[in-house]
């Protein structure tokens, strides 16, 4: 599981109130064919694994959100809370059930419930390399692209998030 804490404008969110706001998180990455199987006649057949998102809840703090996500994270016999679909999200659990290598949702809902959300968990889901241990590459890891937006009204979101993510220019000569 990657867990990302986004270049998050809290502060212009925060003061848009509960104004209107939509996120839409996109999510891409390939996958490896079954070399031995066609087509999708089971749920594990065809891709050689999958991955998911979930986004921080307003509730959640990062800690708690980690262990909601990743087993791993979790005192023994700990139980995270259910994983119900938060209100807001076009697609929500569809999404997460969706076959392919392209997910993507929108959240529509208020700018400072939107202000709290600021981190995104990455995890695997089960592919054919699950079965076939013998070809798993999963501790190579995974690469993927993860597209995030955000759309609100009348405010520049852009300028605090693009001082965060300010990237080092090298030039070289």
Do not use: C
């Amino acid at each position: 599981m990657n867990l990302h804490e986004l270049p998050w404008p809290k502060d212009e969110l925060e003061a848009l109130g509960n104004a209107q706001v939509r996120l839409r998180v996109t999510l891409s990455y390939f996958i490896e064919p079954n070399p031995s199987s066609r087509g999708w006649t089971g749920r594990y057949v065809y891709p050689s694994h999958g991955l998911r998102f979930a986004m921080r809840r307003p509730e959640d703090s990062v800690e708690s959100f980690r262990r909601r996500i990743n087993t791993r994270a979790r005192i023994d016999g700990d139980r995270p809370p259910t994983l119900e679909t938060e209100a807001g999200w076009l697609f929500g659990a569809s999404q997460q059930q969706a076959a392919g290598s392209l997910h993507t949702d929108i959240w529509t809902g208020s700018a400072v419930d939107l202000a709290s959300k600021g981190s995104i968990a990455i995890y695997p889901v089960a592919g054919w390399w699950k079965n076939r241990r013998a070809y798993d590459q999963s501790e190579l890891g995974v690469e993927y692209s993860l597209v995030v937006s955000i759309e609100a009204p009348e405010v520049d979101i852009y300028t605090p998030v693009a001082q965060q993510i300010s990237p080092a220019v090298v030039v070289e000569t």
